[in-house]
């Protein structure tokens, strides 16, 4: 079970950092690749970043690179996606989601995705 939050409306250049907490019974950020993801109405839902288990190593999309952060905190069991110089763009209800395997690289499909947050909102205004 994933729980995220940290959502909000913010103005364009503004900051937000989002947490995602994951439960021990299912979910472990240090043996599990795990994701952030964004859909916006209308849209697909779309890769933001992700966060190797094995070494902490990251990717992100293109749109977000330079400004967003993914990172862990393995003693909480807990994600985090810091988001800066945020744009009207980057509205979205923001998910995180654990990786079906860990034996690969971080993918961006979210099919490869099993355990999936709620989902936070994120708003920003121009």
């Known amino acids: 079970q994933l729980q995220a939050s940290g959502g909000g409306l913010v103005q364009a250049g503004d900051s937000l950092r989002l947490s995602c907490a994951a439960s021990?019974?299912?979910?472990?950020?240090?043996?599990?690749?795990m994701g952030w993801f964004r859909q916006a109405p209308g849209a697909e839902r779309e890769f933001v970043a992700g966060?190797?288990?094995?070494?902490?190593?990251?990717g992100y999309t293109d749109s977000v690179k330079g400004r967003f952060t993914i990172s862990r905190d393995t003693a909480k069991n807990t994600i985090y996606l810091e988001m800066n110089s945020l744009k009207p763009e980057d509205t979205a209800v923001y998910y995180c989601?654990?990786?079906?395997?860990?034996?690969?690289?971080?993918?961006?499909?979210?099919?490869?995705?099993?355990?999936w947050g709620q989902g936070t909102q994120v708003t920003v205004s121009s």
């Open positions: 021990r019974r299912t979910s472990s950020v240090s043996t599990h690749t």
């Open positions: 966060i190797f288990w094995r070494d902490g190593s990251t």
């Open positions: 989601a654990q990786q079906r395997r860990s034996t690969i690289a971080i993918q961006s499909n979210p099919r490869e995705y099993a355990y």
